[in-house]
Nanobody
Framework: QVQLVESGGGLVQPGGSLRLSCAASGNSFRLYTMGWYRQTPGKERQLVAYIDSSSTRAMYADSVKGRFTISRSNAQNTVYLQMNDLKPEDTAVYYC??????????????WGQGSQVTVSS
């Protein structure tokens, strides 16, 4: 049974960087493809990146490709999102979750509290 805690967000100026962490509790973290999602008020949560269980394959939404990097440490039960060249449109609450089906938007676990990222001058 995996529980998720996101951290690392904050206020940053355009062009700045942040690294988000997602700490997972449980015995089977290494088995799950993990994704980062973001949500703004009044909008649906959207998948921005995911990484498979062995770190063999990663995917990025077009809006973040080239700026964000997803990584994971199965030994630490943690998924990271390195965010560079941040833009105001990246402002959102960021969440992680295990992915059941990326195309269907299906996830495995309860959502954590998320981590707020605000990009503003």
């Amino acid at each position: 049974q995996v529980q998720l805690v996101e951290s690392g967000g904050g206020l940053v100026q355009p062009g700045g960087s942040l690294r988000l962490s997602c700490a997972a509790s449980g015995n089977s973290f290494r088995l799950y493809t993990m994704g980062w999602y973001r949500q703004t008020p009044g909008k649906e949560r959207q998948l921005v990146a995911y990484i498979d269980s062995s770190s063999t394959r990663a995917m990025y939404a077009d809006s973040v490709k080239g700026r964000f990097t997803i990584s994971r440490s199965n030994a630490q039960n943690t998924v990271y999102l390195q965010m560079n060249d941040l833009k105001p449109e990246d402002t959102a609450v960021y969440y992680c979750n295990g992915i059941r089906s990326a195309q269907a938007g299906a996830t495995w676990f309860n959502w954590g509290q998320g981590s707020q990222v605000t990009v503003s001058s």
